[in-house]
Structures are given as structure tokens and as C-alpha cells.
């Protein structure tokens, strides 16, 4: 039967709180009983004047429009005031009634100039979020998955420009030198002097920078299409936890990063027994760094590049007692020199490569002579890929595409970290701490809801979620 109600229920008065309307599985309802935002008060006591001035917005709510615009993804603030507006279940996570007056889309804006810029703040409020967890024995940091994704810049890769930016030295080169040296000195050559005596002036290099966001850098990678972007270099648990993340320009590689982050991450969780990462990280210094901290490296098979129809590298078998190289024709290529970068140099004799058969697939140098170099900290990759092959070496890897890259999917597709329409490095790094502070929030909630210890729910409920057995044992 063809019913119309029209317009009839528009101004039908009833008498309801806004406690009433919101919904009783509703998520918001879930994070608001999960923490108490009042830690907040005591982050930004020293942002305000306590007895001077107009009064300002309630800190908390502040920050609660914030998490809105976070937690389901909203792409401004503009548009998160407008549904703040007209969303019931927004208007009582805020605390206001349905006719109080909503704040300005300008207003977080203004105060992040006037007051939260240059300050921990927003890296405190992902902190705290994280020790809730921490405290209901929720995260767990046994094996620690790191990698980095990109977030496309505020910037118009057709507006470029060049300059000159400055060749840094590695962090580990002094590290790096003693070992080669030491090397050198074990197989009768002379040690290396240190290139950087002040006289030849600071090595540079030429890149293509961005004049509308010039923090960020020019990104490219495999069927991705250059663009200006920035990497969020982030570690999660088991649980896709997140545990903490750092930002760098879009055209630094993951490898360089990860010193730091990894002495950051393992400052916060010393708990830390594997470290899971994927191929960009599988470097000697990396795989001796991990190792030498007594950590388990979880690493991938990485391929070596080779041309098309010559040898493979792993045609050419070592030999660890008599350390030389043997080639695909039976020939055997002995140590020559180690050089400034870390590599042993193993030199083939030309008079036997002069007329091998294989000549054409082995090498196309000039003077007919093959090299195939090792690493001086090769035996550390090569500890690396026996883990690799162990039954617990692939158990763990085979995780990380159930928690790290499933982090940044859900990011991306859900919480709006595709793209980001703020510009510099520092507003960057709040939209993602902020971002991922959320989804650790939101999965707390949850877990918080269906575990007995919170939720007033009978043991039970155990049987129905077995994982939350091993947490309230």
C-alpha cells in the first residue's frame, strides 16, 4: 500500500534529551566511557592565562572537534563544523545542547598559531591515548613492524624549482670507517685518511624542490606518479597498536630514517624483541644495528639488481674459510682491496677471463676483469637471511601485511591520510599524530566494550572472544 507522510512531522514538538537521541552502540559513546579527556587540562595548563583575558573554549572541546574531524575522516575543518551542527551524536560528545552555539571553523586554527605551534602537545595527547592502552594490557610491543607510507603534499608538482642542498654524511660513517679500516690493516693495506679535513668545502647536491610547500619532497616510486609528498615513518604492535611515528620529506628513503626512529621506538618499548621491516630497510648498518642490540631483524628476500642476460650475483658462491670468490665457470676471484664505502673487492685473473665462454655473461668491463664485492658487514645480512628462512622468521613476517600495511589502509580509506591540505613539515606531523592517536582511541573503545573487566559482561564472553582471554588472565 502507497503511504505519504509529506511534510507533515517537520514541526511536530516533542520533549527529548540529547542524552535520549544518541545512540547506545554509537562509537563516540564507546571513546567517551573508554578515557577521560580531562588529562588534556593539564597538557595545555601552561598554553593559557589563568586569570587574564577573555575566556577561551574549553580546551577539551577543542580538541574532541579535532578527534571528530580525525576519527571518520573529514577532509576540513569547515566541513567538520557543518556536520557538528546537525549531528546529534557529535553535539553530545562535545557536550552541547542542540540549540548552543557551535565554535568557528577558524578557531583550532587560531589557536594552534597562538598557542600549540612549536609545542609537544599534540605528541603528549598520542602518548597518553597510548599508555590507556598500555595500561588495560592491551599493546603489545613484542615484534615491532615499522615502514613508511607517503601523504601527497598541499603542492603543485608543476611548481618547482632547483637548489642546492647539502650532501650529509651518513650517521654511522665513523662507525663504518673504523671497520674498514680495520679491514684494510687485517689484509696488509694502509688505513684510509678521513676525506673531510674542512679544506674541500661541504659537498652538495642538486634536487627539485617545491615552491608552494618547500618542507616537502618530490616522490616517486614504482606505478606511483611523481608528486610532491611526505613519508610517515610509523611502528605498530601485533594488535596494530601504533606506537609511534616520525615524519620526514617525501624524496628521503625509509633506510635513512631509520636509525633515529628505531632508537626512538626502542627507548619507548626496550621490551622490543623482533623488528619487522621490509625490503627498503635490508642494509649491512640496519642488520648489524638490530643484531648487535640482541633484537631479532625479520627481513625479506631482497633482490639484487642484475642486467638482463648477465650472471646473478648469487652465481658467484663465497667461500667464508678461504674467503674467495668462486664463478660460474669454476675460476676463483681472490680479495683485492676494501674501499671507502665498505666493500671487499674480489678481482677475477684476466688472462683466464680473456678466453672463458662466459665472458660476455659474466662481465662487460674493458679491461676483462670481473669484481664482485662484499660487504664488511656481510655476515650480519647473511645472519638476516637464515632468520629469513626459519619456520619463526616466516610466521612473523607473514603478520605484516595483517598489521603495519593494514595501519596505513585503514589510514588512508577510512581516517583521511591519503593527502593532506595542510602545508609544512610540523602541521604535517600534528594531522598524523592526531590521526593515529584516533585509531588507537577507536580501537581501545572497542576492545574496552567487548572486555569483561570493562564492559560488566560475564566471563562467559570469553568463549565468544577468546582473544581477550590471554589479557585478563
Known amino acids: 500500500m502507497l503511504n505519504r507522510d509529506g511534510e507533515s512531522k517537520r514541526e511536530q514538538i516533542d520533549f527529548h534529551s540529547i542524552e535520549d537521541l544518541m545512540p547506545e552502540d554509537h ?21 593559557y592565562c589563568p586569570d587574564n583575558g577573555r575566556p577561551s573554549i574549553d580546551p577539551v572541546v577543542l580538541f574532541k572537534i579535532v578527534f571528530i574531524q580525525y576519527l571518520f575522516g573529514i577532509s576540513s575543518m569547515r566541513k567538520t563544523i557543518r556536520e557538528i551542527k546537525v549531528n546529534i551524536a557529535y553535539r553530545w560528545f562535545l557536550g552541547y545542547g542542540l540549540r548552543d552555539s557551535i565554535p568557528h571553523f577558524t578557531t583550532f586554527g587560531k589557536n594552534y598559531v597562538r598557542r600549540f605551534s612549536n609545542t609537544d602537545i599534540f605528541e603528549r595527547i598520542f602518548s597518553r591515548i597510548l599508555e590507556e592502552g598500555i595500561k588495560c594490557g592491551y599493546v603489545s610491543p613484542e615484534s615491532v613492524f615499522i615502514d613508511s607510507t607517503h601523504i601527497k603534499a598541499n603542492a603543485n608538482r608543476n611548481k618547482t624549482l632547483k637548489k642546492e642542498v647539502e650532501i650529509k654524511a651518513k650517521e654511522y660513517h ?17 688505513a684510509f685518511k678521513d676525506k673531510d679535513d674542512g679544506d674541500s668545502g661541504t659537498p652538495t647536491k642538486t634536487i627539485t624542490g617545491s615552491r608552494t610547500d618547500p618542507e616537502s619532497g618530490m616522490f616517486h616510486k614504482g606505478e606511483h606518479e611523481r ?26 628513503h625509509d633506510s635513512l630514517m631509520f636509525s633515529t626512529f628505531y632508537e626512538k621506538i626502542i627507548g619507548n618499548f626496550p621490551e ?33 639488481p642484475t642486467r638482463k642476460g648477465m650472471f646473478r650475483s648469487r652465481e658467484f658462491y663465497y667461500d667464508r674459510e678461504g674467503d674467495f670468490f668462486t664463478c660460474p665457470a669454476g675460476h676463483i676471484l681472490k680479495y683485492g682491496t676494501t674501499n671507502r664505502d665498505g666493500y671487499r673487492e674480489y678481482k677475477s685473473q684476466r688472462k683466464l677471463c680473456r678466453n672463458c665462454p662466459h665472458l660476455e655473461k659474466c662481465t662487460q ?32 613476517y607473514a603478520k605484516r601485511s595483517q598489521t603495519i600495511e593494514r595501519v596505513f589502509a585503514d589510514a588512508k580509506e577510512r581516517h583521511g591520510l591519503r593527502y593532506t591540505t595542510l602545508r609544512g613539515k610540523a602541521k604535517v606531523k600534528m594531522k598524523v599524530l592526531l590521526t593515529f592517536a584516533c585509531m588507537n582511541l577507536k580501537k581501545i573503545a572497542n576492545w574496552k566494550a567487548k572486555d569483561p573487566r570493562y564492559s560488566g559482561q560475564k566471563p562467559f564472553f570469553h568463549f565468544l572472544f577468546p582473544s581477550f582471554i590471554n589479557i585478563t588472565a
Not at 621491516?277 to 633484537?295: F, H, Q, S
Open 27 to 47: 562509537i563516540l559513546r564507546k571513546i567517551d566511557k573508554a578515557i577521560d579527556f580531562s588529562f588534556i587540562y593539564d597538557l595545555v595548563s601552561g598554553c
Open 174 to 190: 665513523s662507525e663504518l670507517m673504523c671497520e674498514i679500516n680495520r679491514d684494510r690493516k687485517a689484509n696488509g693495506k694502509k
Open 227 to 252: 608528486c610532491f609528498a611526505y613519508s610517515a615513518h610509523t611502528a605498530c604492535d601485533k594488535n596494530n597498536f601504533i606506537l609511534g611515528v616520525e615524519i620526514s620529506p617525501g624524496n628521503i
Open 272 to 304: 622490543a624483541k623482533n623488528i619487522v621491516v621490509d625490503a627498503g630497510y635490508k642494509t649491512p648498518y640496519i642488520c648489524m644495528k638490530v643484531l648487535e642490540d640482541n633484537r631479532t631483524p625479520v627481513m625479506p628476500y631482497k633482490r639484487v
Open 365 to 396: 668491463s674493458k679491461n676483462c676483469q670481473k669484481v664482485v664485492t662484499r660487504h664488511v658487514w656481510a655476515p650480519y645480512v647473511d645472519k638476516v637471511d637464515q632468520i629469513r628462512l626459519t619456520p619463526y622468521g616466516k610466521e612473523i
